[in-house]
């Protein structure tokens, strides 16, 4: 009966330290996104106004664009 008590307790440690590594492991994938997202320059279009990042917008003589058809358009008017 002692050693069935020694054993619950045991495995109840061992339930307890593996779902506070389970929380750890699920809180850091969580941070990682926010980080990379929050690093990430977002640039406005000039013509539409939509936010794109600054290495995938398209610069142009007036400013930037989302897309070769409205850098186009905003350099044609
Ligand atoms: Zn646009």
Redesign the pocket.
């Known amino acids: 009966m002692k050693y069935l008590l020694v054993l619950v307790v045991v495995m109840v440690a061992i339930w307890i330290w593996r779902s506070n590594r389970a929380e750890e492991r699920s809180e850091s994938r969580r941070d990682r996104p926010r980080r990379e997202a929050a690093a990430v320059d977002m640039v406005g279009?000039d013509?539409?106004g939509?936010h794109c990042p600054r290495q995938d917008v398209i610069v142009g003589r007036r400013g930037m664009?989302?897309?070769d058809q409205?850098r186009n358009q905003a350099e044609q008017a």
């Open positions: 279009c013509v539409c939509l664009y989302c897309c409205h």
